[in-house]
């Protein structure tokens, strides 16, 4: 049987971003409704950051202890995997939505549990999980908020060998005695970083010349050398031909470019995301199956009035913090639209364009040493015609980080846009940068000018004076 209702929103998918538009859409008084076919919260609550932050936690700070005279010797052994997975299950809800079900509720949203698809301008249907049928139309907006899944290249043998992907990766019950994870990027060094802590023997087969590619190419040498001290083998330049598992079960032979021959217990594919947007009745609007959706920067998909997407499915950058961001833009636009106030502001800044997209996106990669980047980097910004200058500074070299462990290795650099003398990027690779991280983004998001910079004085001794260092460096030409 099928239900009709009428909502003001209509939300698909329930992941950290569909909550938060929920959040926003209901806060400004309009009605509606969210459709989630799996777990209210999203791969990132169960799947994706959550869990892999929590397997990496202990990594992190059993690294740092390492590193300090007088408590080394306390933390030598190996990891209690057990106690780590067990707070991992628990960071992780353990796969249990009801909170996150409760806090939709206790916000006035209404929530459809089953898959859900477009069906022609303005509507959706949800199919529930007993064979039931809700047809939703949205007054003023659908949003779809469906998120990304892991690509599996098109590589002979791949298909069949039951390979990990990130949600295999971040819920497995126990580590395998060897791993093999292909793919250079932020899961693979992740994920290569915890199983290697926990027990494994990490190989990493990187098809290009270094890993983190999308950063600083100093990030990735760091981390690259983080790795290999930890015990994984990290192999640049190398491909995988053919893949070998008879019958998906037991060792798994990886072939690689060269006729070399890899074995190992388990594989991890980490090679990047596809849209979750290939059943979600796309057609039924004119759009692509399977398409990334592009979006203006009220995330509102072009050539529509209502549709919007918002998150991982539109590609500006796919991050939870980031996807949030563009929900609250998002929802302060629908609300906006639906109170017909005449003019939004859509301009650089304004309250209903997501503009750090372009500008400010930070990332912090949860390695050892971690990885922290807001905006641009030297080469994105020379390739945007910027009149930019990197300035670069030794991250060993400050007091703070002297202190925060012995022999501490890291790096900085700013890209300064020599016009408008702002910043344009910042990042850093050390340990315990992660938590320095927003104080660029403050600097690049407000395009804080470099003399009023200089008045910002970080505290002594904290790795945070890196500021002045690199400030200092820029001054003296
Ligand atoms: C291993 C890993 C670690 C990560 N770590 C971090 C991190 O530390 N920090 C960070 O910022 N980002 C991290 N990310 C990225 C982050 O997970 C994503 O950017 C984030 O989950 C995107 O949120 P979303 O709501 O757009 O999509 P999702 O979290 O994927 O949620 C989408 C929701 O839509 C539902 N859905 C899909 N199709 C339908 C349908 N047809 N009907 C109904 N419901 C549907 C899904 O079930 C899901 O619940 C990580 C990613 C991975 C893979
Ligand atoms: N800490 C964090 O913020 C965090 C952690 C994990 C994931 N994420 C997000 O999740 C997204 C997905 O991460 P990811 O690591 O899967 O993607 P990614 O795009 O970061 O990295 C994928 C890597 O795989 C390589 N690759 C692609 N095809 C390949 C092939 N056929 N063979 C070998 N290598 C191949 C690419 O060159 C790239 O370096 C990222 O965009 C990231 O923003 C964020």
């Avoid at 949203?109 to 698809?117: L, S």
């Avoid at 580590?175 to 793919?183: D, S």
């Avoid at 992740?190 to 290697?196: L, V």
């Amino acid at each position: 049987m099928t239900q009709a209702v009428e909502y003001d929103v209509v939300v698909l998918g329930a992941g950290p971003v569909g909550e938060n538009v929920a959040d926003r859409t209901r806060a400004a008084g309009l009605s509606t409704a969210v459709v989630e076919s799996e777990l209210i919260g999203g791969d990132c609550s169960y799947w994706a950051c959550m869990p892999s932050k929590a397997l990496l936690r202990p990594v992190i700070a059993r690294a740092d202890a390492r590193r300090l005279p007088g408590v080394s010797a306390a933390v030598q052994g190996p990891l209690d995997s057990k106690a780590v997975l067990a707070r991992r299950d628990e960071q992780a809800a353990h796969w249990n939505d009801e909170g996150q079900l409760a806090w939709l509720d206790s916000i006035g949203a209404r929530v459809y549990r089953g898959k859900g698809a477009l069906h022609g301008p303005r509507k959706v249907v949800a199919y529930g999980p007993e064979g039931e049928h809700y047809s939703l139309t949205a007054r003023h907006a659908v949003v779809v908020s469906t998120g990304s899944r892991a690509v599996l290249p098109d590589i002979p043998g791949l298909a069949g060998a039951r390979a990990w992907t990130s949600r295999e990766a971040t819920s497995a019950r126990e580590a395998p005695g060897r791993l093999a994870v292909v793919g250079g990027g932020v899961v693979g060094v992740e994920m290569a970083t915890a199983w290697q802590a926990l027990g494994s023997q990490v190989t990493m087969l990187v098809r290009g010349g270094g890993l983190l590619p999308r950063m600083e190419p100093f990030v990735g040498e760091h981390v690259a050398d983080g790795l290999r001290e930890a015990g994984v083998t990290v192999r640049t330049d190398t491909d995988v031909t053919a893949v070998e598992r008879p019958g998906g079960t037991g060792p798994v032979t990886l072939v690689l470019g060269d006729g070399e021959r890899i074995e190992a217990d388990e594989l991890l594919i980490a090679t990047g995301r596809a849209p979750r947007t290939d059943d979600i009745g796309l057609e039924t609007v004119g759009l692509e199956p399977g398409s990334w959706l592009t979006v203006d920067d009220s995330c509102r998909v072009q050539g529509t009035e209502w549709l919007y997407a918002v998150g991982d499915v539109n590609r500006r950058a796919l991050l939870t913090h980031q996807g949030k961001y563009q929900a609250r833009v998002a929802g302060a636009a629908i609300a906006a639209r639906a109170q017909q106030v005449p003019l939004l502001e859509t301009d650089r800044w304004g309250a209903h364009a997501a503009t750090a997209d372009h500008a400010a996106v930070p990332q912090v990669v949860f390695t050892d040493p971690e990885a922290a980047a807001v905006g641009l980097s030297l080469a994105e910004a020379e390739g945007a015609g910027h009149r930019v200058r990197a300035v670069d500074y030794d991250l060993a070299s400050v007091a703070g980080a002297g202190l925060y462990a012995e022999n501490y290795r890291g790096h900085a650099r700013m890209v300064v846009d020599l016009d408008r003398e702002v910043l344009l990027g910042v990042t850093f690779v050390g340990a315990g940068v992660g938590e320095l991280l927003h104080s660029a983004t403050i600097a690049v998001a407000g395009e804080v000018p470099i003399d009023r910079l200089w008045h910002a004085v970080p505290s002594f001794p904290t790795i945070s004076e890196i500021w002045l260092r690199l400030l200092e460096t820029y001054r003296a030409g």
